[in-house]
């Protein structure tokens, strides 16, 4: 990645990426709802309220089975937190990849699964400008549980939301029910939405500050339009992760300035100007 310049923005927000966090809790949640709600993609509800409390929107949990139930040790997988409901239920927008997806996916109600958060840094506002939130696949995740807490605080929120396929676009209806606001979609194919890449959608006019989690590529995109044009950029970078608690140094990322940080304890929510880009 090459170094970039920094963008504008610090503000006076009173909620800080990284401090105030809830200490982490880990306890067995059961499984409320588990639905197939777009091509190998589950919107998955667990039963959490102290977690689901405690959560703010960019961060995330560990979510594993339990040795008892798998037999052999099964490395918990990270998941942001995709909704809270005000009875403490957790949505987790899940998309099929490998053995612990496909076991999500599969969960049924009354299912227990093992739940470590919340955990990481959150998506911060700015008073006064728009959020613009770009989301690529299932990076749709955290701005579900961002718009309606953002729009709860008095910020205004808008919504690109991308898919390479129609197949794979996570139900509008659903959205706009759940983020309590509309959602632009677009689609590689043209089979939902508008038919090109998600940044495609991105409008500047009324000054807003970028916020982005979706693939690399996209990220990258967002970047450079930050630099460009000078305007804050906060992203959630996915990176595979051991253990989320800052233990295996699994999922660190390039800093700018040099070195590396970990994007579990650190991120997963970055300033753009924190990091170092390839663009
Ligand atoms: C902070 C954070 C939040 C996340 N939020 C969500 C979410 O809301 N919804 C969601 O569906 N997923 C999310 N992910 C990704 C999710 O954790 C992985 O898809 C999951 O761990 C894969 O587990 P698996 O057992 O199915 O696949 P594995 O068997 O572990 O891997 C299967 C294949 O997928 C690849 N793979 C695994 N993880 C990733 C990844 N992160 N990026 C690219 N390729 C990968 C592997 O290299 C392998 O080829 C998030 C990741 C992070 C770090």
């Not at 929107?57 to 560990?62: S, T």
């Not at 409901?85 to 996916?105: D, H, K, M, Q, Y």
Request: net charge negative; with cysteine.
């Amino acid at each position: 990645m090459t170094a970039t310049t920094a963008t504008g923005g610090g503000s006076a927000e009173p909620i800080p990426l990284r401090e105030n966090r809830a200490t982490p809790r880990r306890h067995w949640a059961p499984v409320v709802r588990n639905r197939e709600v777009a091509e190998a993609t589950w919107w998955l509800e667990v039963d959490a309220p102290e977690i689901a409390a405690a959560s703010r929107p960019g961060q995330f949990l560990m979510i594993g089975f339990g040795v008892e139930n798998t037999g052999a040790p099964f490395i918990p997988r990270p998941f942001s937190v995709g909704w809270r409901s005000p009875e403490g239920v957790i949505g987790l927008l899940v998309r099929a990849f490998g053995a612990g997806t496909r076991r999500l996916g599969a969960l049924d109600p009354g299912d227990d699964v093992l739940l470590l958060g919340p955990l990481g840094s959150a998506f911060r506002p700015e008073p006064g400008r728009p959020s613009l939130c770009v989301a690529g696949g299932v990076g749709l995740a955290p701005f579900l549980f961002l718009a309606p807490e953002f729009r709860d605080r008095g910020h205004e929120v808008r919504l690109l939301y991308g898919e390479r396929t129609g197949a794979r676009v996570f139900d509008p209806d659903l959205i706009r029910e759940l983020t309590r606001g509309d959602v632009e979609i677009w689609t590689e194919d043209g089979e939902a939405g508008s038919r090109g890449l998600v940044v495609e959608g991105i409008d500047l006019s009324d000054d807003p500050i970028l916020m982005g989690c979706g693939p690399t590529p996209m990220l990258q995109a967002l970047a450079r339009t930050a630099f460009e044009e000078e305007i804050p950029l906060q992203v959630s970078v996915e990176e595979h992760m051991g253990c989320g608690i800052g233990t295996c140094q699994g999922c660190v990322v390039p800093a700018a300035g040099g070195g590396w940080m970990k994007a579990c304890t650190r991120g997963p929510v970055f300033e753009a100007r924190e990091l170092q880009w390839e663009l």
